[in-house]
Nanobody, 126 residues
Framework: QAQLVESGGGLVQPGGSLRLSCAAS????????IGWFRQAPGKEREGVSC????????YYADSVKGRFTISRDNAKRTVYLQMNSLKPEDTAVYYC???????????????????WGQGTQVTVSS
């Protein structure tokens, strides 16, 4: 069965860094775009970043652009989200998701994604 497992979350002070990992199995990872989403308490889940399958094109929400970097290692079937200069408003549960049918203009729409992980908690607090 298809599975996505997030790891790397934790507690960090403002200005600090974390690297999240999303390990995939049970489907053709190389041919899926992978997105990162997050959900803060009392808020709806929002798209954070995405990386495509074919050309490795990347996308970022305005709120994280310049601070977060998404990458993928197809040999390891893993996608990473490097998060730098973290802010308290980055506090959320972070989820990774996989999409076989990918549309660049709609990368942040949850309906595009076929598989979802269970999430990992990121807390940014002094």
């Amino acid at each position: 069965q298809a599975q996505l497992v997030e790891s790397g979350g934790g507690l960090v002070q403002p200005g600090g860094s974390l690297r999240l990992s999303c390990a995939a199995s049970g489907f053709g990872f190389d041919y899926y775009a992978i997105g990162w989403f997050r959900q803060a308490p009392g808020k709806e889940r929002e798209g954070v970043s995405c990386i495509s399958d074919g050309d490795g094109r990347t996308y970022y929400a305005d709120s994280v652009k310049g601070r977060f970097t998404i990458s993928r290692d197809n040999a390891k079937r893993t996608v990473y989200l490097q998060m730098n200069s973290l802010k308290p408003e980055d506090t959320a549960v972070y989820y990774c998701a996989a999409a076989q049918s990918f549309w660049y203009s709609a990368w942040a729409q949850e309906s595009i994604y076929d598989y979802w992980g269970q999430g990992t908690q990121v807390t940014v607090s002094s």
